[in-house]
């Protein structure tokens, strides 16, 4: 004779089959989200890291600062030095050494020169953003771009002499009476007047000293070429682009497009940072720890899947039996 199910018998098979399969799911997501060393889980998430060019600090970057950090990002906009491209660069290197996980590295005018030599070799380092910036190629440097794409810069600084630490040197200022139409011709006088006065100067040598490497030649970049540039010649800036294969965009802006137009940089930046956030290291060819984690998680998945499976059969059979 068949045997039937006894009473009520057939939607405790279905529970117990959705509640066996919840714990397969919830079984295989824990042993699949990647773990950090405190058993916390990662964030792909990168840290954007803003460097300010010549005449210029970091308050430069306020108004993308504020609407990275709305979008959720971390943000650093640290003091450049500009005592000249080799001690700059190194110093921007050693601040994204403190840095956790991805970085996208932001450089605006001269700040375009550090990041493209503070980024070479460091693997943290996702994605490059050139905001109306100066991009040398190894050999290279400020001056010899200039010579190419002449601007209107070179008539509007001055010269004076400075010592420090037992150096002697020259500084370069934007004078006064040029800052507004050379500098930042979209932004108000009122505003271009204080610019001048707490400008900060920069040496000689961030202009001189040659590059000696161009990670934009190995790390996807975006440009922002400012159409209204008078510091750096918008032609220079559409010849680096090109030259590197940049996501470009172009705007009717100043040399200070992240002060006049804050909301374009800042959507430049956040096409850098989510390419960064979608990209996912492969595998490596050979064996290695990575691997093995990786192997591992399949494993229990496969494993809990065939418990769960097993676990349904013998339920489902027990309660199938007739009663006695």
Not at 109 to 134: C, D, E, R, T
Not at 225 to 246: L, T
């Amino acid at each position: 004779m068949a045997a039937f199910p006894v009473p009520g018998s057939r939607r405790r098979i279905r529970r117990t089959h959705l509640i066996t399969a919840g714990c397969a799911m919830a079984l295989c997501s824990s042993m699949t989200a990647p773990a950090t060393a405190d058993g916390g889980t990662t964030s792909t998430k990168p840290t954007i890291v803003l460097v300010h060019g010549a005449f210029a600090d970091a308050s430069s970057w306020n108004g993308v600062v504020e609407r990275l950090e709305r979008r959720g990002y971390a943000v650093i906009a640290p003091a450049n030095p500009l005592r000249g491209l080799y001690n700059d660069s190194a110093y921007i290197a050693s601040v994204l050494d403190s840095i956790k996980g991805p970085i996208v590295l932001v450089g605006h005018s001269y700040g375009g020169s550090l990041i493209s030599s503070a980024a070479a070799g460091h693997p943290q380092v996702k994605s490059l953003v050139y905001v109306s910036a100066l991009m040398p190629d190894v050999g290279e440097n400020g001056m010899s771009l200039a010579t190419r794409f002449p601007s209107e810069l070179g008539t509007a600084t001055k010269s004076v002499p400075y010592r420090a630490g037992g150096v002697n040197g020259t500084d370069l200022y934007l004078k006064p009476d040029r800052l507004h139409q050379i500098f930042a011709a979209d932004l108000p006088e009122s505003t271009t007047r204080l610019m001048a006065v707490t400008q900060r100067p920069v040496a000689t040598t961030a202009f001189s000293e040659k590059a000696k490497v161009a990670a934009w030649r190995h790390l996807p970049s975006w440009f922002l070429v400012a159409k209204q540039d008078k510091a750096i010649n918008p032609e220079q800036e559409r010849f680096e682009a090109k030259r590197a294969g940049s996501h470009t965009v172009e705007i009717d802006s100043s040399h200070v497009a992240m002060l006049s137009h804050p909301q374009a940089v800042t959507d430049l930046v956040l096409q850098a940072a989510t390419a960064a956030d979608s990209a996912r290291p492969s595998l490596p060819a050979t064996g290695s720890a990575h691997d093995a984690r990786a192997e591992t998680s399949l494993t229990g998945i496969a494993a809990a899947s065939l418990v769960a499976g097993a676990g349904a059969v013998l339920l489902s059979r027990r309660l199938r039996r007739p009663a006695p």
